[in-house]
Structure formats: structure tokens, C-alpha cells
């Protein structure tokens, strides 16, 4: 992905614009702030989170956040909480940390 050619240029810029080459009518935009910083509304917007993060930190960050935008149906019938599927969003992680959603 990062080549020497894209030393010094953001890491988040070189692998959006890679994505995009790569994948005909994906649209891949860059950020430059702490993912922290967005609020959950900002991630519900979303298909599909794909991450490309350094931190193993950030990464359970985000992936708490996705879990907690899942929303939750009572069945009638046994009391039991089923969750929403039309309000889960994929998550890919291309980093080694284990999930816990």
C-alpha cells in the first residue's frame, strides 16, 4: 500500500486515493481527526466502517462504538431482546486486535 513516493504525504490521503483506484465507484474519504471526535450520529451514516488505524487503542474504541449503535426489539412472545439487523453496521478491521461485538 504505502510506497517510497508517499513518504511524508498522509497515510489516510495515500490509502483513500489507493481504495479508490483500486475499486471502481467506491468513494473513500480522508480524516485527519481523532475518530473520538465524531459523534455517533456521524457513524450511523454508514454502510460499511472499514479501518485502517495504527492504534489498537482506536481500534476497540471504534469497535464499542459500533456495537452501541446496535439497536435492540423486545419479542413479544419470550421477553428476549433481539438485536435491530437493519441498524448493525459492518465492520472490517484490517489490524490483529480481536472484536467484541
Known amino acids: 500500500l504505502f510506497r517510497k513516493a508517499d513518504v511524508g504525504r498522509p497515510k489516510a490521503t495515500v ?4 481504495i479508490m483506484k483500486r475499486v471502481s465507484g467506491v468513494t473513500v474519504e480522508a480524516h485527519f481527526c ?3 471526535d465524531k459523534p455517533a450520529d456521524w ?3 454508514f454502510q460499511v466502517i472499514v479501518m485502517g488505524l495504527d492504534s489498537i487503542e482506536a481500534r476497540r474504541w ?3 462504538m459500533a456495537c452501541s ?10 421477553g ?3 438485536p435491530d439487523l437493519t ?3 459492518p465492520l472490517v478491521d484490517g489490524g490483529t ?5
Open 15 to 18: 490509502a483513500a486515493e489507493f
Open 34 to 36: 481523532p475518530i473520538q
Open 43 to 45: 457513524y450511523r451514516q
Open 62 to 64: 471504534l469497535n464499542a
Open 69 to 78: 449503535l446496535v439497536t435492540f426489539e423486545v419479542d413479544m412472545e419470550t
Open 80 to 82: 428476549q431482546r433481539k
Open 87 to 89: 441498524s448493525v453496521i
Open 97 to 101: 486486535e480481536g472484536f467484541s461485538g
